[in-house]
T-cell receptor, first 113, second 112 residues
Framework: DQQVKQNSPSLSVQEGRISILNCDYT??????FLWYKKYPAEGPTFLIS?????DKNEDGRFTVFLNKSAKHLSLHIVPSQPGDSAVYFC????????????FGQGTRLTINP | DAGVIQSPRHEVTEMGQEVTLRCKPI?????LFWYRQTMMRGLELLIY????????DSGMPEDRFSAKMPNASFSTLKIQPSEPRDSAVYFC??????????FGPGTRLTVL
C-alpha cells in the first residue's frame, strides 16, 4: 500500500526549460512534505519542504506547490540545468519535525543540453 | 566534516548466508534510520532509533531482519538468512532530533 506515489519513473527536459515533478499522497494525516535529490552512488539529500499551512514554498530555482484538496504536490525547477539530472524523491510526514518519513518511488530527471 | 559512513559499499552473497551492514552516524546526531530502496517501492523506512533505543521497527519486513545500536556512533542491520528478494540498496541516515535527515552513500546488496 503505497501512501506516497510518484507515477512518473522518469522525465526528460531540455536545459533552460521548466521541469515539473509530481507526487500524490493518500493519507490525509500527512501535514508536512519534503523533496530529496539523489545522485548515483550517493545518498539522498534534502532539497526543499512545505508545510500544509502553505500552498507554495520557493528556494531559488526550486518551488514546491501543495494542493491539499487534491492530495497532490509538485516540484518546479526553473530554469533546468544539467546538474539537476538526478532522482527526486517526494516524502511526507505527519508534522514538521516528525522523524517517520514516507517516501515515494522516485522520478529520474534527465536534463538534456 | 565526515558524513554518515556505511560499510561495505557493495555486498554480494549467496542465499542463506548472514549479511551485516554497518553504519556510523554523524557525530552529535541522536537519531538513526535504516532505509531500503527498491525500484518498485522506492525508499522504505525499516527502523529508527532515538538515543540508541529502537523507536519504530514496523518497517522491518520479517524476523530475518534485525538492527542494533550498541552506542551512539555505531549501528548494524543484519539479515539472517538472506534471500534473493532482499537485494536492494540499504541506506543509513542520521539526524539531530526531528531535524533534516542526512543519508549515507548506501550499501548495494546482491543476494544470489
Amino acid at each position: 500500500d503505497q501512501q506516497v506515489k510518484q507515477n512518473s519513473p522518469s522525465l526528460s527536459v531540455q536545459e533552460g526549460r521548466i521541469s515539473i515533478l509530481n507526487c500524490d499522497y493518500t493519507n490525509s494525516m500527512f501535514d508536512y512534505f519534503l523533496w530529496y535529490k539523489k545522485y548515483p552512488a550517493e545518498g539522498p539529500t534534502f532539497l526543499i519542504s512545505i508545510s500544509s499551512i502553505k500552498d507554495k514554498n520557493e528556494d531559488g530555482r526550486f518551488t514546491v506547490f501543495l494542493n491539499k484538496s487534491a492530495k497532490h504536490l509538485s516540484l518546479h525547477i526553473v530554469p533546468s540545468q544539467p546538474g539537476d539530472s538526478a532522482v527526486y524523491f517526494c516524502a511526507a510526514s505527519r508534522h514538521q519535525g516528525a522523524q517517520k518519513l514516507v517516501f515515494g518511488q522516485g522520478t529520474r530527471l534527465t536534463i538534456n543540453p | 566534516d565526515a558524513g554518515v559512513i556505511q560499510s561495505p559499499r557493495h555486498e554480494v552473497t549467496e542465499m542463506g548466508q548472514e549479511v551485516t551492514l554497518r553504519c556510523k552516524p554523524i557525530s552529535g546526531h541522536n537519531s538513526l534510520f535504516w532505509y531500503r530502496q527498491t525500484m518498485m517501492r522506492g525508499l522504505e523506512l525499516l527502523i529508527y532509533f532515538n538515543n540508541n533505543v529502537p523507536i519504530d521497527d514496523s518497517g522491518m519486513p520479517e524476523d530475518r531482519f534485525s538492527a542494533k545500536m550498541p552506542n551512539a556512533s555505531f549501528s548494524t542491520l543484519k539479515i539472517q538468512p538472506s534471500e534473493p528478494r532482499d537485494s536492494a540498496v540499504y541506506f543509513c541516515a542520521s539526524s539531530l532530533g526531528g531535524d533534516t535527515q542526512y543519508f549515507g552513500p548506501g550499501t548495494r546488496l546482491t543476494v544470489l
